[in-house]
């Protein structure tokens, strides 16, 4: 048991610590959900990606360096410790990406693969709709067969980054006499097209980085359905696995802000803030060495299952509680916007996306301790 | 970069389990705390025929010269099964603190006990050796009068210093000793929350098993999370037993012991709230165990300082 990085792995990092302080921006970025911030930040994606690093994990031939799992990880590390800015593209490579690999046809992989490690395809997810949230399976969107491909009919919404993206993906009803978790399909589809309606959503902050999508009549060529027809949920739920089990993010990923957080309350000491100021650090160290322990299951072939839901709960709470401390720090200044604010509002999503902190609970209860399901309600 | 147990580890975890299981130690718990010591040192013996008792202590010293690491897997075990006898203070401390034929007696199994971060020496009465720390400095003591602890199988007992006795780093040991003790926290909090599983599953009420009502499920989940997070820190503190490694693992080792017992109790009822219940051992070692070795609020009072002292 050890938590010893080896020659080879030092070099990456050295080398991704030497780049990352040579090219991120002293100043950050404006918002990623403003038409200049999503333009500053596809322009950085492209420049983390001529250097290679937009996509460390992927194979070489799609813009990657075939990285291991641990160096991927040790990139993340590095790119939260450098203050680099958000991935406008996340959608995409860590939660599209991955099923394009596992399920893909070669000629979707070699079409869509290479823009978005580039950045220049921007993805949003397509998933929650007005009556389908936590019960994710009740979704009514529909895709009807037609000559050469499908139609895709119905309303999507909290789609992130839609407002500016390009393309969508996310599952249709296919087979209108299946229920649930059948006869679903995976669909990938052009957000410019027409008879797509993108209304933007401002969120929390002012700013819309969610939409709604009305999709009437959409065409979408066979060529764009990822997996097979009425194995949607099957596919999709890989990526829920990514979004939720961690998609494998930094370890380090809290421990920049809670160091933050401890320069704060060394600035302005208030004893009545010192037990939630050292909570937060704790909790985020283990969150540090958790993630090392679930990357050192991955990296030896195993899987963490239902565990990802078990991730989900801690990080979440932790973001939300450490931001919380902070702006109690800051006392009545604390009411300005400031990164600390956009931090905290981004926060208070951490617990609903993703799968909500309910539905989470209700898998580790079920999943992991075996507690016997809860009896259908009406209407299932 | 390979963080999780060996396969030894974890085979050494599984025999060392198997051979207290056996041995039914929770009548060995209620046996000792009416003052019948037999079965616990009968016990005893067969956990340090295991090696615990000299996993810290190096081979030239008759130990096993193990890691922190297979300490921290020791005692998960020994808490999980609310095991009597004075073992953090002899496996962990007297361990690390002893030196020459002192600690080889601790190496071969003797049991030692000490007062540290106490007033009192837990198990003073059946230890072969006891010992005080006053200052800086580590005694020989003397036994005084029993002191009730709210886990009856923690036999406390005031001591007097007699002779100054050579020591290593009383710090480390200490350290080493709050390592244990959080270790120690995780496995009773592990086992109540198995229990309690195991309970809410057959327990039925308004026609259904109580464990299928999300109120009954949110509680023991996070239950799960918390234990889950503690696990690591434990771990990264064997792995490197830094005072802020150390103190983390102690303050959430404790928090998640604490919330085990807290939903532990409630999900059982009144049931759960009867000294006939075994649970009742387990809840009552987790709250003595948040106070030796240092309170949760010491050690983040610690962690704050070594927090806001570095740069």
């Known amino acids: 048991m050890n938590l010893d990085l080896s020659p080879e792995q030092i070099a990456f990092r050295d080398e991704a610590r030497a780049w990352l302080a040579a090219h991120v921006p002293t100043d950050p970025l404006p918002s990623m959900d403003t038409a200049d911030g999503f333009a500053a930040h596809q322009a950085w994606e ?38 680099a800015p958000g991935r406008v593209s ?72 839609a407002a500016f993206a390009h393309r969508g993906f996310g599952l249709f009803r296919s087979d209108p006499n299946a229920e649930r978790h059948h006869g679903l399909t995976y669909f990938c589809f052009d957000l410019a097209a027409e008879r797509v309606t993108v209304r933007p959503i401002p969120q929390l902050d002012g700013e819309p980085g969610f939409a709604e999508l009305f999709l009437d009549d959409v065409f979408v060529p ?12 099957r596919v999709a739920m890989s990526t829920a696995g990514n979004e939720r089990g961690l998609s494998l993010r930094s370890p ?83 009411e300005s916007t400031s990164p600390w604010s956009d931090g905290y509002l981004f926060s208070l999503s951490g617990p609903i996306y993703a799968g909500t902190n309910e539905i989470q609970r209700n898998i580790i209860a079920e999943r992991i301790l075996g507690l016997p399901r809860e009896p259908k309600g009406a209407g299932r | 970069m390979k963080f999780e147990l060996t396969a030894d580890q974890r085979d050494f975890m599984a025999s060392l389990d198997r051979a207290i299981t ?67 203070e002899s496996a962990a401390f007297l361990a690390t603190a002893l030196t020459d034929e002192r600690l080889s007696s601790v190496a071969d199994g003797s049991l030692a006990t000490v007062a540290a971060s106490s007033p009192w020496a837990v198990d003073a009465d059946v230890a072969d050796a006891v010992y005080v720390v006053r200052g800086d400095t580590l005694h ?31 710090n480390h040991a200490h350290d080493i000793a709050a390592l244990a003790a959080a270790a120690e926290l995780l496995g009773a909090g592990e086992r109540v929350l198995a229990d309690a599983v195991e309970y ?30 503690a696990r690591p820190l434990v771990h990264g503190a064997a792995v490197d037993p830094t005072p802020r490694a150390i103190s983390a693992a102690k303050v959430q080792a404790g928090d998640a012991a604490d919330l085990a017992a807290r939903v532990g109790l409630q999900v059982h009822g009144a049931i759960g709230y009867t000294a006939e219940y075994d649970l009742s051992r387990h809840i009552l070692r987790i709250r003595a165990l948040n106070h030796a070795w240092g309170t949760r609020s010491a050690h983040r009072a610690r962690l704050l300082d070594l927090l806001t002292a570095a740069s």
């Open chain 1, 46 to 83: 492209r420049t983390l990606a001529e250097a290679r690093w937009s996509v460390v994990s992927w194979p070489a031939e799609f813009g990657g360096r075939d990285a291991s799992l641990i160096e991927w990880v040790i990139f993340e590390e590095e790119y939260y410790r450098a203050g």
């Open chain 1, 90 to 161: 996340q959608n995409g490579i860590f939660l599209l990406a991955p099923i394009v690999f596992d399920h893909g046809t070669t000629d979707q992989q070699r079409r869509w693969l290479p823009s978005m490690a580039t950045g220049e395809t921007i993805w949003a997810q397509a998933w929650s709709e007005p009556e389908a949230g936590s019960d994710l399976a009740s979704l009514r969107a529909t895709a009807t067969r037609v000559e050469g491909g499908w139609r895709l009919n119905g309303q999507k919404t909290w789609s992130s980054r």
């Open chain 1, 222 to 233: 066979d060529e764009d359905v990822l997996g097979a027809p009425g194995d949607g949920w």
């Open chain 1, 252 to 334: 380090g990923r809290f421990c920049a802000a809670a160091d933050r957080l401890v320069d704060l309350y060394r600035q302005a000491p208030d004893p009545a803030l010192s037990h939630d100021v050292v909570d937060a650090w704790l909790r985020a160290e283990a969150y540090r060495l958790y993630t090392w322990n679930t990357v050192t299951t991955l990296a030896g072939g195993g899987d963490v299952g239902a565990n990802g839901s078990v991730n989900k709960v801690w990080w979440s709470e932790l973001d939300v509680a450490l931001h919380e401390t902070a702006l109690e720090l800051l006392g009545p200044v604390g």
């Open chain 2, 22 to 88: 056996a041995a039914d130690p929770v009548a060995a718990n209620r046996a000792w705390a009416e003052g019948v010591t037999a079965p616990g040192l009968a016990l005893a013996e067969q956990i340090a025929a295991l090696g615990v008792s000299g996993l810290m202590i190096p081979e030239q010293s008759g130990g096993v010269g193990a890691t922190a690491v297979e300490m921290v897997c020791a005692f998960e075990v020994l808490g999980r099964h609310a095991v009597p006898g004075p073992w953090v």
């Open chain 2, 140 to 170: 020989t003591a003397t036994v005084g009068s029993a002191v009730s602890s709210v886990d009856s199988s923690r036999r406390l007992f005031t001591v007097e210093p007699d002779t100054t006795v050579g020591s290593a780093d009383l």
């Open chain 2, 200 to 229: 809410v599953k057959q327990r039925t009420q308004f026609g259904r098993p109580i464990g299928s009502y999300q109120a009954i499920k949110h509680q023991l989940a996070n239950v799960r999370i918390a234990l889950d997070f």
